[in-house]
């Protein structure tokens, strides 16, 4: 998934972010309020983890902008208040869930892979098409029982192509969910991901480019 994180103590951010990364989610970041919207009109996430006490723009700020534009992310709040007065008001303004600090990353990434299923047309917990089984909770891989190691790009790859029942993928698709906003799209990244992944899911191939439009599992 694509995911953007929006804190202002840079060591949280990025501790967050590596998290998440590790997850095998597409992670961007963003120090204050400001930075947040500018991103989100230019990216498309799956989920925003956004803290509350911002300075300058408001993390409550935020979060009505993102909501009175229609958009589609789902909100993680995240705040030091801990009083149910306090996580009311985050949800009454449009927040999706509400984790108060200090927290555990393990039960934060949790919930972000949960909103993130509730971000995009309903997905079985466990994805299967062709032979192939994906557990995102785990982070496992199986292809008709034999374990299959894959880096966090190319689960976060096969989990788009899975997703799709089928469908052809486009590289743009996927470069825009796997990868964050440094990638570079003329590097062939997204290429020669799918050619490590083929390697690793073994014959009979189930990988297919579609010509013109992207991959797609046959």
Not at 23 to 50: F, K, M, P, Q, S
Not at 150 to 163: D, G, M, N, W
């Amino acid at each position: 998934m694509r995911v953007l994180v929006v804190e202002d103590e840079p060591m949280l951010a990025d501790a967050i972010a590596e998290w998440l990364r590790d997850e095998a989610h597409a992670v961007d970041i963003a120090y204050d309020g400001g930075a947040a919207l500018e991103r989100l009109t230019v990216n498309d996430y799956d989920v925003v983890v956004l803290d509350r006490d911002l300075p300058a723009v408001h993390g409550d700020d935020v979060c009505r902008e993102l909501v009175a534009s229609g958009a589609a992310p789902r909100v993680l709040m995240l705040t030091a208040a801990a009083e149910i007065a306090d996580r009311v008001a985050g949800l009454s303004l449009g927040a999706d869930d509400y984790l108060t600090k200090p927290f555990a990353f393990p039960e934060l990434a949790a919930r972000v892979l949960s909103l993130g299923r509730r971000s995009r047309p309903a997905a079985p917990p466990v994805l299967r098409h062709g032979g192939i089984t994906l557990d995102p909770a785990r982070r496992e891989v199986y292809r008709e029982g034999r374990y299959v190691p894959l880096s966090r790009k190319e689960f976060a790859v096969l989990t788009e192509l899975l997703r799709a029942e089928g469908a052809p993928v486009s590289a743009e698709a996927l470069l825009e969910k796997a990868w964050d906003e440094h990638a570079d799209p003329f590097s062939g990244v997204v290429r020669l991901t799918i050619l490590k992944l083929r390697r690793k899911l073994g014959g009979p191939p189930v990988v297919e480019t579609v010509t013109g439009v992207g991959y797609r599992i046959s």
